[in-house]
């Protein structure tokens, strides 16, 4: 997450956590249905200004529905949706100083890209000469002065999806709407194109609401993110803080890998938890702060680069182990995943960097292993 | 793909050929007939076509048919258009699959049936019976056949396209005006195309709703034939069949044109990226 570390500003914006801060878009008590299908049910959330916030969630799960909101395409069954203090209810799309990339990119074919960037500024009755001075801008902003004359079926999908983002980014709209913007292109493309996203919203200081179910793409470039399902938000956190401390067994298995291993919970202190996984978990230590009583069941999820892979038993092997045999292998290059089958017959994933340049792998299949971990490598789930 | 050419392809494409075209082909060629005997060949000529633009009752009926075509193509268009709209923008109305079935009941209603309903409307409503009422009566008839080409484009287009004009700015008539309309243009020419041949070549719904001074060319030329075919017939025909084939022509070497250079130019922005 190279995009994290840009600055010592980046690092302290946080408006979420103070409490002085002002909202920008608020979503309070939104119900939305459609017909018996609720959309979005009973959502409240709050997004500030300058933030590049996304919407994550399968298909379904209510995030575009929810980005329409604001761009006034669909009002709310019940609740408001607010945007820098002034209530969207009943302001049409076209009055709002919202802009949206579509998905589709949504050009107007039948005009120059020049005539689509400018599109938005002859709405709001710009004198031509800036509209001209300000598509320049755009263009430039871009890279994409070479192609003003061009029709948009004359561009590659790289280049129509920066026209859109020229475009929707011409009126210097107060919120700019991202609906899965950089789904349509291939994956290289896509990775670059995510880091010129965040430089973008750097230099302009715009607030960026972005849907997508890509959880890397929605990772790398937000500064906080909601995890979404079924019209209901499970998460709202940074992107490292919904990696590292899920609030539920959903979110975990949404965001990346994790494994998880059911047991019941036996001490509860404030900053030490102890589980009993039984057979296949034994027993698991956690540094943790948590409002649980013992004999209530619980999840331990671990990532899979959280775990140390061994062929010998380690010191200690009754707490934080667990032993199995190699079952499967998959070797990605970087990293090669093992999956070791424990006694209990369930199935554990287990990420191990491949640091040197052996082709032959000293852990090999059906060998018997051990995984251990520390006490803050892992985290207790109860939902 | 098969290109072999077997007996029974090549005998079977020109019995079609000839079955639609032969007709059509003999009424060319005697157009160009010396004789007055339509049946007869006597040498080639063009004085019949030189005679007929002497013949002020086929000029005048040409002129109305034109006419009537325009105005009723015209209207039609935009009444077809937008029912074409409602039908796919609207969703489910009450009262919709009424609405959809009322509009394309004339595609299989018999002409004579059209005819007489609404020359009893006229009659009861006491409107004057002439040029006007032949026009409403094919407005009537041929909004349905463009309601159909509208409505196809209609169900193919991008709704986020409008969606991203709205979003930019632009109020919803306008949005219409400078994004829909553009691109469904096409389909709407098309349609007013269809609109004015439909009413080019009705005899039927045109001979029960006129009055006096308002005859159209087929209704001429059908009153003439009674008479016996002239020559003159013959290159009033040919002259029709000629403008009809230009038109089918260019449009279709302008789509093609429009395809080829698309197709060339997404070939150069796949090759530039």
């Not at chain 2, 309601?147 to 632009?170: H, M, Y």
């Amino acid at each position: 997450m190279a995009a994290k570390a840009v600055g010592p500003v980046k690092r302290s914006f946080a408006p979420w956590r103070d409490p002085a801060s002002a909202p920008f878009i608020e979503f309070r008590n939104v119900t939305k249905r459609f017909g018996d299908f609720v959309a979005v049910d009973d959502l409240t959330l709050t997004i500030y200004e300058r933030e590049f916030f996304a919407l994550l969630g399968p298909s379904g799960c209510g995030k575009t529905t929810l980005m329409r909101m604001v761009a006034g395409f669909d009002e709310p069954t019940v609740g408001e949706v607010l945007l820098d203090g002034q209530n969207l209810a009943g302001v049409p799309p076209y009055r709002r100083p919202t802009n949206m990339m579509f998905q589709s990119y949504a050009l107007f074919p039948h005009m120059t890209v020049e005539a689509n960037i400018a599109f938005g500024l002859k709405q709001d009755r710009m004198p031509k000469a800036d509209i001209a001075t300000r598509v320049e801008e755009m263009l430039a902003l871009v890279k994409l002065t070479p192609f003003a004359k061009r029709k948009p079926h004359q561009l590659s999908g790289g280049q129509k999806q920066r026209v859109a983002l020229a475009r929707s980014l011409a009126r210097k709209p107060k919120v700019l709407l991202l609906d899965e913007p950089l789904g349509a292109l291939d994956k290289k493309l896509r990775e670059d194109t995510q880091f010129e996203l965040v430089d973008l919203q750097q230099k302009l200081g715009l607030t960026f609401l972005i849907v997508t179910h890509d959880q890397e793409e929605a990772m790398t470039v937000a500064d906080r993110v909601a995890v979404m399902d079924q019209g209901r938000i499970i998460q709202v956190a940074t992107p490292a803080e919904v990696y590292e401390q899920p609030n539920s067994r959903y979110v975990a298995d949404f965001i990346g890998d994790i494994n998880l291993l059911e047991g019941r919970i036996t001490v509860c202190n404030d900053g030490f938890i102890r589980l009993d996984c039984g057979v296949g978990g034994g027993t698991v230590e956690v540094d943790q702060t948590m409002d649980a009583t013992p004999g209530e069941n619980g999840w331990f999820a671990i990532r899979p680069e959280k775990m140390t892979l061994s062929l010998d038993p380690p010191e200690n092997p009754t707490v934080n182990c667990i032993a199995g045999d190699v079952w499967d292998i998959g070797y990605l290059g970087d990293v090669s995943i093992y999956h070791v089958r424990l006694a209990g017959g369930a199935t554990v994933k287990a990420t191990v960097t491949n640091r040197t340049r052996l082709v032959e792998r000293p852990i090999s299949w059906d060998d018997k292993v051990w995984l251990t971990w520390p006490r803050d490598a892992g985290i207790v789930l109860t939902r | 793909m098969n290109s072999r050419t077997s007996w029974f392809n090549v005998t079977s494409v020109t019995l079609g050929l000839a079955f639609l075209y032969l007709p059509i082909l003999l009424l060319i060629i005697y157009s160009f007939n010396e004789s007055r005997l339509v049946t007869v060949w006597a040498g080639f000529s063009t004085k019949w076509y030189v005679e007929l633009f002497s013949n002020k009752g086929l000029l005048d009926a040409a002129w109305v048919t034109l006419r009537v075509a325009f105005f009723s193509a015209t209207v039609a268009t935009v009444l077809g258009t937008l029912a074409a709209i409602t039908l796919v923008r609207f969703g489910r109305f009450y009262g919709r699959t009424l609405f959809s079935g009322m509009i394309y009941a004339p595609l299989v209603m018999p002409d004579v049936i059209i005819g007489l309903s609404l020359l009893l409307l006229f009659v009861s409503v006491d409107f004057g019976r002439g040029f006007w009422t032949i026009v409403l009566a094919h407005i009537t008839c041929s909004m349905c056949f463009v309601a159909v080409v509208v409505q196809s484009r209609l169900v193919a287009f991008d709704r986020s396209l409008e969606e991203a004009a709205l979003d930019l700015g632009c109020p919803p008539v306008k949005t219409f005006f400078q994004i829909t309309l553009p691109l469904i243009a096409p389909a709407v020419i098309a349609g007013w195309m269809l609109a004015f041949t439909l009413s080019l070549d009705d005899l039927v719904i045109a001979s029960f709703t006129t009055g006096p001074g308002a005859t159209t060319l087929p209704m001429k030329i059908y009153s003439q034939v009674r008479l016996g075919v002239t020559p003159e017939i013959n290159a009033v025909s040919t002259i029709m069949i000629g403008l009809v084939s230009i038109g089918v022509i260019t449009a279709s070497l302008m789509t093609k044109r429009r395809q080829a250079s698309r197709i060339r130019a997404e070939r150069q922005a796949a090759a530039n990226r």
